[in-house]
Each structure stands twice: as C-alpha cells, then as structure tokens.
C-alpha cells in the first residue's frame, strides 16, 4: 500500500494596480477599485500613486485617498519628489514606499525620506511590497539588482549587516517564508525584463511601473514568479500616457516644454493592473492576468 500525502496549497490573490495619472485617476481608482476587490476576493493590493498630483507627484490628500479606496501599500517613482511638502508623509507613514535603491544612509549620513520596503501581516499572511527604480533612461541612481539583494538577504535573515533604516523606522521581517511583490518603476523594458529573471524564484511577483502602456507579456517564469513588464495606468486612457494629447503633441512637434496637464474626463477612464494567485506555503505564482475595467 502507498503512502498517501495531502499538500494543502492556500492560494492568496494579490493585485497591483498601474500608476493613478490626476485627479481623474483618483476618481477612477474609487470607483472602481473596490469593487474588484468583492469581485475577485483580493488578499491584498499596492498602487503606484506617483502621478496623482496633477499627474506629477502626490499630496497627502492623494495618498490617504488611496488608501481609502482599498490599498494596502502605494508605491511610487521618480516623480515622488516633485511635492517637497509630500516628504513628510514618506517619513511617518509606512505603507507609503519610494523606491529603495535611492540612497539611504542613517541619520549621519547622507539618505533621502522613507523607504522603499514595508512589511504587512494581513489575515495570517506575512506579504512584503519591494519598490525599486531602473537607472536605464533615468537617474543613475543605486543598482537595483544590488539593492535587490542586500534586501532579500534581510528578508531570509542572512544578511552581515542589517539595513540601517530597520531599526530607526521600527521594521522588521518574520522568519517564515513572506509573499513578496516587487513594483519595478522603469522605463527600460530590457531593463525590466532583466529584473523580472533575476528575481525569478525570490520573488513571487514583478511588475513594471512608469510607462503608462500596460503591455501583454504576463506569464510565470521558469522558476516560480509572476511577471508583467508594466501594469499600464489608471485615468483616462484616451490620452498620451494619461496626459493631454494635445500639449503632448505641441511638445513633440515644436520641442517647447508647455506644461503638461492631465487628460479631461471623456467616459473613457479605465483601471488597469493585474491579478495573481500566488501559493502562500511556498511563495510561488500560480497564474497572472491583466486586468482593465
């Protein structure tokens, strides 16, 4: 007679929602992003909230808002900065991340506002959200893929030296194997797409941020992680990259820097990200699909 082994595989839904572009984004993001989450039974959900300002940067308004409408952490980018009255909220509040290969010294030394990593236990579950910035076509800031493993290090408890902003922000990581979601805000495909195999089996998810056009190579990697190079945007997708298309034109075709301005609400506003399913025991995806409502 043979041996008999039951595996309980407890499967978990994660979503993570493309860059909100202006106050139409926000709106859209309310609307309908708490639906999804009744619809589709979501454990848990990062947006990238960088554009919503206006479409560049973020006001506390903004970030609370988003949490409201069902966020459990928001990621950001480049353009975090652009509110220097914003910085105050990536110092206190915690599930507001910025990408963590800016520099980040202690406090004697040269380091920017928050970080670039949160953990949340939710409902039993220990979930990790990583925010991370290409340097192709961007700053050169610190090396992602560096930065990226001094970070699973901390997370797996091996590292020599821990990071020097755990204990000053009160951070810390549970043994147990977490569920980790890396928002790679990049403009470089290649770049991201590099990410996405260097991570493959650490990570359970990547996804691209930044670009605005959410592309349509989802898939699961050979060794275990989900994948997308960018999650599109939230706004009015009749749009260039949400912005008006009009000075967007005037920019190209005269190469005068007109003030760029958030597309106006035409009926044409979408939500755009993805779903995964991801098995708690072990960390791996199990499936990954676009989503666009």
Known sequence: MYNRYIIIMHIVKAAMIGDIVGQIGLETLEAK?????????????????????????MTEDDFQRIIKAGADIVTSGNHVWEKREFWKVLETERNMLRPANYSSGSLSTLTV??????????????????NLQGREMMNPIDCPFQCLDNLLDIFEGEAKDNHPLLEEYGLSFPSAFPIILIDFHAESAREKEALGFYADG??????GTHTHVQTADERI???GSAYITDLGMTGNIDSVIGMDPNICLNRMRKQVMYQMEPARANNKEKMQGIIAEINSSSGKAISIKRIVC
């Open 202 to 207: 650490r990570v359970s998810l990547v996804a």
């Open 113 to 130: 506002s928050g970080v670039g990593f949160a953990s949340v236990v939710k409902k039993g579950i220990n979930w990790i959200v990583l």
């Open 33 to 57: 992003l708490p639906a999804l989450i009744k619809e589709h039974e979501i454990d848990f959900v990062t947006v990238n909230g960088e554009n919503s300002a206006e479409g560049f940067g």
């Open 221 to 223: 990697l050979p060794k």
